[in-house]
Structure formats: structure tokens, C-alpha cells
């Protein structure tokens, strides 16, 4: 199920960093000894009241002068509101109601999201309240006080923010059709793999990079099945600056790899894999989705008996962190190979709802500490009692054990590549998570 996409917009100096790492806590990078995988604070995993959300950081301002703070606000508002559910919009007690403010506050109004209106800075409620009240000739709703440092407010505000969430039962109905996000740098062909699946040409194909405006939602049915796909080709013809590109990139692929069951990473042949490939794979690994790794333009590369293998070592080190993913090399200009993309699909979806009976798991399991003694530290050995799996999307496992201290990284490596070697899971991370006895399993 795909968690609500929240994005905060506002000024400098209202307290965005704040309440972003406030609210993100510790969860900011859940992923630190991955190699390749981003760990820019663009985005968090955050939780209210059992309601999981995807909460962005639309990006820093810098004030220059009024007109550029502005334009930087105008284009924040926008990645905001091309790409959220619901926009947290800061403002600032202390300076008052601006005439940024009172712009911005329009685009959102016109847009139609979703918008809580956060009045930030309000150290006392008692004393600041009537501040706040000013805050209502923008049009977009009650004012929601708080002070991020102090953090008071917050709960209120959170309330509000889940208001704007859709029902779960809502959202799992849509999930019956599976959704494909394709990602991948600029330019490298996303569009044109998008125009070759659906058959027709749904989406404007340039050679200038990111001129495809907005994501656009492509519904196919191949063999019988029907399959939703989402392209996140798309970098706003506007931005210049290289940073906010690249920033714009990852929330657009966020956003995307958010909905989807598997993501096509697409890699450019002509120019090999990239840091930023890894960037962005690291995202659909980070968020546990199956994926498919298309080496696109494979017709325009000079070949020997030797180009694949290479390519294939280059891919597998810079993407270490992957070693599940199918790597297919294709050309959608010309269709080479594009055929067998749908059956790897197919065969990545069941591996992310494949169900493993705790009886065979705990085979496995035993097996493999037969042929792998565990770990020991001071005279303590780890002793593994029993192990379940717990849900699926990604295949998540659970392993009791005697002392979690004990149970080193490369043992739950080692358990990982046992339940591959018996069950495959081709496409798909598994999660293994370690667990005390006596300690509950959720």
C-alpha cells in the first residue's frame, strides 16, 4: 500500500529544517552502511497514529533578494504541488504575513491539494494567538500554531495533516492493478520504454533532457493482465541550477517508487553506470520494492565477447547493495529483447508476494547453522531459536534469538543468501529482522 506524499513549503527562516528533523527523528537515514544509497534529507518516513506518510523537503532558499526568493518559492510550491498529497505550508509568527506568503498561498489555493497552513515560531499560545488569527486572510484554511523547537503544537497539527490521508480500504482496492514506476537519470530513455509498452506515443519523446513535464500514468494490459505504469521522466524545463534538478529528480522518483510494486531502473549503455544511478536504485531498495535493472540503448554500443560481462561487473559494483536485481539489456528505440521485460515483471511480482510455511523457513534455518556456526563474542555464542515470515512486499522474515548484540550484519547477510538459495526471490529485497525471545514480532 502506497504511504501519502506530504511536502513542506515556505519561506527562509521559518523553521522548515526544524520541524522536517523533528518529525523525521531518527528514522532520517535508515540505511547507513549501504553503499550508493542516498542519504540526502529530501525525504523521511514518518508515523502519526499508525497513519505511515513520505514527508519531503521541497529544498533550501536562498535569500538573495526578494524577486529570487520568490521564483524559488513559486518553483517549490510546484514540485509540491505536481507531486504531493497534502502540503504543509510554513509561515512565521514573529515576521508576520508576507507578500511571498500571500503568492504562494494562491498557487496552492488554485492547485486544489490538500493544504495545512502551519504558523510557526508561537512560543506562547496565550500571548501569540491573536498573530496567529492574521494568518487566516490567506484564505487556505485555520491556522495551525505551533513551535517546532519548543514542539508544542505538533499533535494538533498532525491530526489535522491526517485528515487529508485517503482511507486505507480505498487504497487497497486500487492496488489490485500492479504499478511499474520506470526511473532513472534524464534522458536516458524513459519515455521512450513508456511509448514502446503502451504501443502508441502517449508521451512527447525529445532529445533535450527533462521535457516531459508532468508524471503521467500509462494503464496497459499485456497478455490479459493489466498493469499500471508510471513514468518519472520529467525535470522542470525551468530549473538551471544543477542542485535543484538533481532535488527535483529524486522527489519525482520518491514520489513514484512510493506508489509502485516494481521499478524499472533504467541505465544508459552509452554512458555506463552512474553514482546517481546508484542514488536513485538506492531509493527503490530503501523502500523495499522489486526491481528490474534495463540497460537501455544497447543497439548503440560497440560489442565484443567481452562488452556484457563488463558492463554486468561495472553494474553489480556500483549497485552492490542489489545483487537480487535482474539485469536485461535492451533498446526500446528498436524493441530489441523488450518482450522478455514483461515476463520479468511478472516473475518479480510473485517473488514480492511469495509466502514461505514457517515449517520449511525454519528448515532452512537450521540448515544453515549446521553448515555455518553462529557468531560468538567474549565466550557468548548466538543461539538462533526460530525463525517466521511476517509479510510480504518485501518479504520480511523475523528471527528469534538469545542475545540480538551477537547477530552480526554478515550472518543475517549469509541467512539472506541461504532463504535465496531455496526460494529464489529474483527482483525482490528481503528483510530480516532480529528479534529477542520474549520480544514481540511487530
Known amino acids: 500500500m502506497s504511504?501519502?506524499?506530504?511536502?513542506?513549503?515556505?519561506?527562509?527562516?521559518?523553521?522548515?529544517?526544524?520541524?522536517?528533523?523533528?518529525?523525521?527523528?531518527?528514522?532520517?537515514?535508515?540505511?547507513?552502511?549501504?553503499?550508493?544509497?542516498?542519504?540526502?534529507?529530501?525525504?523521511?518516513?514518518?508515523?502519526?497514529?499508525?497513519?505511515?506518510?513520505?514527508?519531503?523537503?521541497t529544498g533550501g532558499i536562498e535569500p538573495e533578494s526578494k524577486d529570487i526568493i520568490l521564483s524559488q518559492m513559486r518553483e517549490q510550491a510546484n514540485i509540491a504541488i505536481e507531486t504531493a498529497d497534502v502540503i504543509l505550508f510554513i509561515v512565521d509568527v514573529r515576521q508576520g504575513l508576507q507578500d511571498a506568503d500571500e503568492k504562494v498561498a494562491t498557487m496552492l489555493r488554485k492547485s486544489g491539494k490538500p493544504v495545512v497552513l502551519v504558523v510557526n515560531k508561537v512560543d506562547s499560545f496565550q500571548k501569540m494567538m491573536p498573530d496567529v488569527y492574521e494568518f487566516y486572510n490567506l484564505g487556505i484554511g485555520d491556522p495551525q500554531p505551533i513551535s517546532s523547537v519548543s514542539k508544542l503544537g505538533l499533535g494538533d497539527m498532525l491530526d489535522e495533516l491526517i485528515k487529508y490521508?485517503?482511507?486505507?480500504?480505498?487504497?487497497?482496492?486500487?492496488?489490485?492493478?500492479?504499478?511499474?514506476?520506470?526511473?532513472?537519470?534524464?534522458?536516458?530513455?524513459?519515455?521512450?520504454?513508456?511509448?514502446?509498452?503502451?504501443?502508441e506515443e502517449r508521451v512527447i519523446v525529445s532529445d533535450i533532457a527533462g521535457t516531459t513535464r508532468d508524471a503521467i500514468d500509462t494503464e496497459v494490459e499485456?497478455?490479459?493482465?493489466?498493469?499500471?505504469?508510471?513514468?518519472?521522466?520529467?525535470?522542470?524545463?525551468?530549473?538551471?541550477?544543477?542542485?535543484?534538478?538533481?532535488?527535483?529528480?529524486?522527489?519525482?522518483?520518491?514520489?513514484?517508487?512510493?506508489?509502485?510494486?516494481?521499478v524499472l531502473m533504467v541505465i544508459d549503455a552509452t554512458e555506463g553506470v552512474t553514482e546517481q544511478d546508484a542514488k536513485i536504485a538506492g531509493i527503490a531498495h530503501e523502500r523495499g520494492k522489486g526491481v528490474i535493472i534495463l540497460v537501455n540503448k544497447w543497439d548503440a554500443i560497440e560489442k565484443n565477447d567481452k562488452t556484457i560481462y563488463k558492463f554486468e561487473?561495472?553494474?553489480?559494483?556500483?549497485?552492490?547493495?542489489?545483487?537480487?536485481?535482474?539485469?536485461?539489456y535492451i533498446s526500446a528505440k528498436t524493441g530489441q529483447r523488450f518482450s522478455k521485460v514483461f515476463d520479468a515483471v511478472e516473475q518479480v511480482l510473485q517473488n514480492q508476494s511469495l509466502r514461505i510455511k514457517t515449517?520449511?523457513?525454519?528448515?532452512?534455518?537450521?540448515?544453515?547453522?549446521?553448515?555455518?556456526?553462529?557468531?560468538?563474542?567474549?565466550?557468548?555464542?548466538?543461539?538462533?531459536?526460530?525463525?517466521?515470515?511476517?509479510?510480504?512486499?518485501?518479504?520480511?522474515?523475523?528471527?528469534?534469538?538469545?542475545?540480538?548484540?551477537?547477530?552480526?550484519?554478515?550472518?543475517?547477510?549469509?541467512?539472506?543468501?541461504?532463504?535465496?538459495?531455496?526460494?529464489?526471490?529474483?527482483?525482490?529485497?528481503?528483510?530480516?529482522?532480529?528479534?529477542?525471545?520474549?520480544?514481540?514480532?511487530?
Open 313 to 328: 561487473e561495472n553494474i553489480r559494483k556500483v549497485l552492490s547493495f542489489m545483487s537480487y536485481a535482474q539485469i536485461m
Open 359 to 442: 515449517g520449511v523457513v525454519n528448515e532452512i534455518l537450521m540448515e544453515a547453522v549446521s553448515l555455518q556456526q553462529p557468531p560468538s563474542d567474549k565466550g557468548r555464542r548466538l543461539k538462533l531459536f526460530y525463525m517466521t515470515q511476517v509479510s510480504i512486499k518485501p518479504p520480511t522474515f523475523v528471527v528469534f534469538v538469545n542475545d540480538k548484540e551477537l547477530m552480526h550484519f554478515s550472518y543475517t547477510r549469509y541467512l539472506e543468501n541461504k532463504l535465496r538459495e531455496a526460494f529464489g526471490f529474483t527482483g525482490t529485497p528481503i528483510r530480516i529482522l532480529v528479534r529477542e525471545r520474549g520480544e514481540k514480532e511487530g
Open 222 to 262: 499485456i497478455n490479459g493482465q493489466k498493469y499500471i505504469f508510471i513514468d518519472t521522466a520529467g525535470l522542470r524545463r525551468k530549473s538551471k541550477v544543477n542542485e535543484d534538478i538533481e532535488r527535483f529528480s529524486v522527489i519525482r522518483t520518491v514520489t513514484a517508487v512510493e506508489r509502485a510494486d516494481v
Open 165 to 199: 490521508f485517503p482511507e486505507v480500504s480505498e487504497e487497497e482496492e486500487e492496488e489490485e492493478i500492479p504499478k511499474i514506476a520506470i526511473v532513472g537519470k534524464p534522458n536516458v530513455g524513459k519515455s521512450t520504454i513508456i511509448n514502446r509498452i503502451a504501443g
Open 3 to 57: 504511504k501519502p506524499i506530504v511536502a513542506i513549503v515556505g519561506r527562509p527562516n521559518v523553521g522548515k529544517s526544524t520541524l522536517f528533523n523533528i518529525l523525521a527523528g531518527e528514522q532520517i537515514s535508515i540505511v547507513k552502511d549501504t553503499p550508493g544509497v542516498t542519504r540526502d534529507r529530501i525525504y523521511a518516513e514518518c508515523e502519526w497514529l499508525d497513519r505511515k506518510f513520505t514527508l519531503i523537503d
